[in-house]
């Protein structure tokens, strides 16, 4: 199975930060990731595909870049509403693992 | 719109089997898609637990594949779960979702919480 580790595991930040958060796989997985976010008692939601593409109606601050091993999402400007748990998944091939997750806190 | 929605018992007793639903509305369940299931035990993060195409074939998390079954059900338009021989640790809230290839998942049930206890 390929594992997926992301970092921090938890971050603080201010509204209008600028905020990386960093998945890696074990091993190459092209570009096959996707960015998920997550608010308490509700269904992750589907942020990035492809490792970079924007998942329609979501916001343009959002971003992700990454091949091979190594991603990163992007938040340019942080917003209220941004403060939530993310997650990365690979699709590179079953079983199709998540991140351990990153939440973001409000500082 | 696309909408999905989980049901079955809240509650499961130890080395019972959990059995779950996802009913598919918006949608045909017989399109160009993957129909999955995932979980997420208290306070964790989330596991992918497997998933089923209109075909009938199937993919599963080797962690759980002796115990998971998944299925589908063209003429009633929904999905199913199966997990045999359940301890505390499944205890999860179970969600269903509509796998799109290269995408993601990119539909999700409201999730529902199954506690596994006597």
């Known amino acids: 199975d390929i594992q997926m580790t992301q970092s921090p595991s938890s971050l603080s930040a201010s509204i209008g930060d600028r905020v990386t958060i960093t998945c890696r796989a074990s091993q190459s997985i092209s570009n096959f990731l996707s960015w998920y976010q997550q608010k308490p008692g509700k269904a992750p939601k589907l942020l990035i595909h492809?490792?970079?593409g924007l998942q329609s109606g979501v916001p343009s601050r959002f971003s992700g870049s990454g091949s091979g091993t190594d991603f990163t999402l992007t938040i340019s400007s942080l917003q209220p509403e941004d403060f939530a748990t993310y997650y990365c998944q690979h699709s590179y091939s079953t079983p199709y693992t998540f991140g351990q997750g990153t939440k973001l806190e409000m500082k | 719109q696309v909408q999905l929605q989980e049901s079955g018992p809240g509650l499961v007793k130890p080395s019972g089997t959990l059995s779950l639903t996802c009913g598919v509305s918006g949608g045909s369940i017989s399109s160009s898609n993957w129909w999955g299931w995932v979980r997420q035990s208290p306070g964790k993060g989330l596991e992918w637990i497997g998933e089923?195409?209109?075909?009938?074939?199937?993919n599963y998390n080797p962690s759980l594949k002796s115990r998971v079954t998944i299925s589908v059900d063209k003429s009633r338009n929904h999905f199913s779960l199966k997990v045999n021989s359940v301890t505390a640790a499944d205890t999860a809230v179970y969600y269903c979702?509509?796998?799109?290839?290269?995408?993601?998942?990119?539909?999700w049930g409201q999730g529902t919480l199954v506690t596994v206890s006597s």
């Open positions: 979702a509509r796998w799109t290839t290269t995408v993601g998942f990119d539909y």
């Open positions: 492809l490792a970079l």
């Open positions: 089923v195409y209109h075909s009938g074939s199937t």
